[in-house]
């Protein structure tokens, strides 16, 4: 008999929508879905600095919603936070004699440079990329961590993890590799986070608008005007694509392999070179 606290609850949290996929352990394996009504998105989230960037009661919506199909308490929490609510950045140096805390250092004190004063209301994680020459930083919004660490505690919830949706990208289909140079984005509605990769690590990155936020085609790949929209978004990537290739000092650029992730490849229209895959699904 699997035991309850194997249930296992994955939450995907993005600016105007939440979603859930929950596996129960006890006393059967079952698997529940759920997902809160979204908010139109009609503009760029640019919430003020120690304001909760999602809407709580959306967040509280969706787990109530799954409690009443199965039980929380005991469950292990991972939670997926969209691109556009973290601010991302890469140093370069000699990192290979450094220990994990003066990395961390290294880390926080780049955010700082980046965000000054706000930089106090956000949590740092790094990820050192092969080589050890390159140091990936994620600064996610400290509301945002303790609005998710409340909704854990209240619902009897273990919150395991909290990482970007690039991360879940990342894994899904860049892990491992290590051949030619590589330009890789990740989008999630209009924002694009667009990485450049050489010998499997992440060497700049990209984040911002890659569609018009306020356009109906942005939101509704139907709508007309979408063939436009697309357009001018698959020409920001190749433009985008192009200044990270550039600052990288990457030779041979047409060699590069183009992917991007989106969550419905039929609709993210790019340039020839570029290959489209679906996001990965949210699966506990």
């Not at 600016?15 to 079952?30: C, D, E, I, K, L």
């Not at 936070?81 to 003066?102: I, P």
């Not at 250092?105 to 994680?125: M, P, T």
């Not at 879940?168 to 509605?189: E, H, I, K, L, Q």
Request: with cysteine; net charge negative; charged share 20%.
């Amino acid at each position: 008999m699997s035991l309850l606290w194997n249930s296992a609850l994955r939450l995907r949290v993005e600016p105007r929508s939440v979603s859930a996929a929950m596996r129960t352990g006890w006393p059967a394996q079952r698997r529940f879905a759920a997902m809160a009504g979204s908010m139109a998105r009609l503009a760029p989230a640019t919430p003020l600095a120690g304001a909760t960037p999602i809407d709580p009661d959306l967040l509280e919506s969706v787990l109530l919603e799954l409690a009443v199909e199965a039980p929380l308490r005991g469950a292990r929490m991972h939670v997926e936070v969209a691109d556009e609510l973290v601010h991302f950045d890469v140093v370069e140096g000699d990192f290979a004699a450094q220990s994990d805390r003066q990395l961390q250092s290294i880390a926080v004190a780049c955010v700082a440079e980046l965000l000054g004063d706000a930089a106090a209301g956000h949590d740092v994680r790094w990820s050192l990329q092969a080589g050890e020459r390159h140091l990936l930083i994620a600064a996610l919004p400290r509301s945002l961590v303790d609005l998710l660490e409340a909704a854990a505690a209240r619902h009897g919830v273990v919150l395991k993890s909290v990482q970007p949706a690039f991360a879940t990208s990342w894994n899904a289909f860049m892990r491992g590799r290590d051949d030619a140079p590589a330009v890789f984005a990740s989008t999630s509605g209009w924002h694009a986070l667009v990485s450049c990769v050489v010998d499997g690590a992440v060497r700049a990155v990209s984040s911002g608008p890659w569609q018009d936020s306020g356009s109906a085609a942005a939101n509704d790949a139907k709508a007309t005007g979408f063939a436009a929209s697309a357009d001018r978004g698959a020409a920001r990537l190749d433009e985008r694509a192009a200044r990270l290739i550039a600052s990288a000092g990457i030779a041979g650029a047409r060699d590069a392999g183009f992917l991007v992730v989106g969550a419905d490849p039929s609709a993210v229209a790019t340039s020839p070179g570029w290959t489209a895959v679906a996001a990965p699904e949210l699966a506990p």
